[in-house]
T-cell receptor, first 113, second 114 residues
Framework: GQNIDQPTEMTATEGAIVQINCTYQ??????LFWYQQHAGEAPTFLSYNVLDGLEEKGRFSSFLSRSKGYSYLLLKELQMKDSASYLC??????????????FGKGTKLSVKP | DTEVTQTPKHLVMGMTNKKSLKCEQH?????MYWYKQKAKKPPELMFV???????INESVPSRFSPECPNSSLLNLHLHALQPEDSALYLC?????????????FGPGTRLLVL
């Protein structure tokens, strides 16, 4: 089967650091993606991990451990505009979607002053 | 440039209407996708086109009919929709389908069926 889990909601303070976790169980694995989605808007690509380790891109970093089926998205120096849903998505080449993305339900992050 | 455009931004239609959603990309991507997203839910894959051919249809009702006139354009024809079809319809594209390429999403069409 295919399952992707992430927390439903998180709250953090402006200027702080927040870590959003994602765990997955899939038939196969060919990459994990993080997308940001503001309410009523389209998902925006943030990061891609296919090998273990940390990928850093400005204030955003993403980590992957394939052996643990685990990833996290780290947001530093939080800004109010970071309030959004963060979607974890896995590419499973052996899954029913023929290698296309399987999305988690998303984590709604609220950044407070 | 990673831009995917979609028109219209908003659409209201009755259950007997016929309408079309349009999607365009000029990144040379060979895979294009339609997703449906309900409020507070993740996107659900509907169709995948690879090299202008339909490669995936995720058991979508026939009242949704996709069309790929060329490698840059993707349409979704709508006919006899139901109120529960009201949702945000997202188009995406990637260099290839399947195990390669990052998907980039368009801004979406917010559809309301009355």
């Amino acid at each position: 089967g295919q399952n992707i889990d992430q927390p439903t909601e998180m709250t953090a303070t402006e200027g702080a650091i927040v870590q959003i976790n994602c765990t997955y169980q899939t038939s196969g694995f060919n990459g994990l993606f993080w997308y940001q989605q503001h309410a009523g808007e389209a998902p925006t690509f943030l990061s891609y991990n296919v090998l273990d380790g940390l990928e850093e891109k400005g204030r955003f970093s993403s980590f992957l451990s394939r052996s643990k089926g685990y990833s996290y998205l780290l947001l530093k120096e939080l800004q109010m505009k970071d309030s959004a849903s963060y979607l974890c998505a896995v590419r499973d080449p052996y899954g029913g979607s023929q290698g296309n993305l399987i999305f988690g339900k998303g984590t709604k992050l609220s950044v407070k002053p | 440039d990673t831009e995917v455009t979609q028109t219209p931004k908003h659409l209201v239609m009755g259950m007997t209407n016929k309408k079309s959603l349009k999607c365009e990309q000029h990144m040379g991507h060979r895979a294009m996708y339609w997703y449906k997203q309900k409020a507070k839910k993740p996107p659900e894959l509907m169709f995948v086109y690879s090299y202008e051919k339909l490669s995936i249809n995720e058991s979508v009702p026939s009242r949704f009919s996709p069309e790929c006139p060329n490698s840059s354009l993707l349409n979704l024809h709508l006919h006899a929709l139901q109120p529960e079809d009201s949702a945000l319809y997202l188009c995406a594209s990637s260099q290839e389908s399947g195990v390669y390429g990052t998907q980039y999403f368009g801004p979406g069409t917010r559809l309301l069926v009355l």
